[in-house]
């Protein structure tokens, strides 16, 4: 008999919901995690990164309050203090997620384990343990460039851990993690540059709200290189970077972030001596059980590469649980994910983007609203809003919803149920406004 029924690798999002579903059902679990439970979403993602923006987000609300009859003293903003206070619920959060590992009495390992064959994994201490089934869930990590100087720059690991905010900041990328941070560091006063390899941003968006998202943040004087490559950096004795580029002018910063993308956690692993099929990138390969080419090993989110999101991951980690443990088969459905990036002010998306819908659908209806947020208009603050319907113009379904402006990722989570519903255009329509707020624009757009 095995030591365990399930041995998982990885307490982060899709290992700990594995572990604690398994778990519920009986079987008897164990899982090896060699440095924080909770993994990347709640030790250094998700969670201290939207802690961060709440936290940026009061340099504009306290602008602002002055023209609601507020007299707010000149404000100054203590970096270590946020820092600390977010670092200090990352730790909650970690017992919180021991905690429930525990009551669901799944053994926790506090150390790195390796696969040493189908259904054995051999811990750093030295210990072999037997399993029926194994879970890969050990996520990724950032990319980092293979350039000269490369030790003097941060990755998204680092930068919940600055000693100093940077009074400027250079950040390398266009996608989720560059943005957000270009959003927290200028609100923060830093000034921010990005730099992108190509003139396009936020691929996977629905690329004329991000338009309105570098509008907004060239006016915040946020500086943009396109076409725009780090080749080497360097660090004076003044402590600060020097950075070579190629199609623009060197550059000059206290921190330079580099946020390329995450690669999946798969070396050293034990992978090709047991025989786990990876791709190009390392990403371990699954079918739509995440069953490996080893018909005992399973991998579940960042690490298989599919979609890099926290419930993508949560969902996989349950519908294996739920399949081979629970004997309610079922499979994660990949369509309309809702997602969200938390720059100043935040996007969010469902659905095809009208670029997709006319590559895949052909004809299409396109609604917008383009429009200033109310409390914009009274705090003076010229930022306007977009929202965008993609319609099937056939069958006059509703394909996508994209949106910028306050509170989108809020109020986008909603408005996805009329897309995961294939609900119509009229389904919209018929609905009656919430007034005044911004989302009855979703039903006014005609
Ligand atoms: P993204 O995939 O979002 O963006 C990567 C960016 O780096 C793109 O602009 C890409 O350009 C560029 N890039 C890739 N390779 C290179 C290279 N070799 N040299 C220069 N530029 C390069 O990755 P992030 O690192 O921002 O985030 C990682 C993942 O984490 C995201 O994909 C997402 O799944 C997840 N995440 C989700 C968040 C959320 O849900 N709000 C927040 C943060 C992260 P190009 O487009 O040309 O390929």
């Not at 936290?55 to 600390?84: I, N």
């Not at 054995?120 to 996520?139: F, H, N, P, W, Y």
């Not at 943009?224 to 970077?241: E, P, W």
């Not at 010229?382 to 319609?391: D, F, M, P, Q, T």
């Amino acid at each position: 008999m095995s030591d365990f029924d399930l041995f998982v690798i990885g307490a982060g999002s899709g290992g700990v919901r594995a572990s604690r579903v398994a778990a519920a059902y009986g079987a008897r679990v164990a899982v090896a995690e060699e440095y924080k439970v909770g993994g990347t979403c709640v030790i250094r993602g998700c969670v201290p990164k939207k802690l961060l923006v709440y936290g940026s987000h009061f340099a504009e609300d306290l602008d602002d309050a002055a023209m609601f009859g507020w007299d707010v003293p000149a404000k100054t903003f203590d970096w270590a203090v946020l820092r600390d206070n977010v670092l200090g619920e990352v730790s909650r959060l970690e017992g919180a997620y021991t905690e429930t590992l525990k009551t669901h009495k799944v053994t926790i390992l506090q150390e790195r384990a390796t696969l040493t064959g189908p259904n054995s994994v051999r811990l750093a201490s030295g210990k072999e343990i037997t399993a029926d089934k194994i879970l890969i869930a050990t996520g990724a990590r950032p990319v980092m460039p293979a350039i000269e100087g490369i030790e003097h720059a941060i990755s998204s690991n680092e930068v919940f851990h600055l000693e100093r905010l940077p009074k400027r900041i250079v950040i390398a990328g266009g996608g989720y993690i560059a943005n957000e941070f270009a959003g927290i560091f200028h609100q923060f006063g830093s000034h921010v540059t990005l730099v992108n390899r190509t003139d396009v941003m936020l691929r996977h968006y629905d690329q004329q709200i991000v338009d309105r998202l570098i509008q907004i943040s060239l006016r915040k004087n946020i500086d943009f290189k396109f076409h725009a490559t780090i080749d080497r950096v360097s660090r004076d004795v003044n402590g600060r970077l020097h950075i070579a580029m190629t199609g623009c002018d060197d550059l000059e910063a206290d921190e330079l972030l580099f946020a390329t993308g995450r690669h999946p956690n798969t070396e050293d692993l034990g992978l090709e001596a047991v025989g786990v099929e990876t791709g190009d990138n390392g990403k371990v390969g699954v079918d739509e059980d995440n069953r490996t080419s080893v018909p005992s090993i399973f991998a579940v989110g960042d690490v298989t590469d599919r979609v890099q999101l926290t419930p993508v991951a949560i969902r996989e980690g349950q519908a294996f649980a739920d399949t081979f443990f629970g004997n309610k088969p079922c499979r994660v459905d990949y369509g309309s994910i809702p997602s969200a990036v938390f720059s100043h002010p935040p996007l969010a998306g469902v659905g095809m983007t009208e670029g997709q819908a006319r590559n895949t659908i052909g004809p299409v209806k396109i609604f917008t609203s383009d429009f200033r947020p109310m409390k914009n208009v009274l705090a003076g603050r010229n930022e306007r809003s977009l929202y965008k319907i993609v319609v099937d113009a056939e069958s006059e379904v509703v394909v996508g919803i994209h949106m910028i402006g306050p509170d989108a990722p809020e109020i986008l989570q909603a408005a996805a149920i009329a897309v995961k519903a294939k609900l119509k255009k009229s389904d919209l329509d018929d609905t009656l406004a919430l007034h005044p707020t911004m989302a009855e624009e979703l039903v006014l757009m005609r």
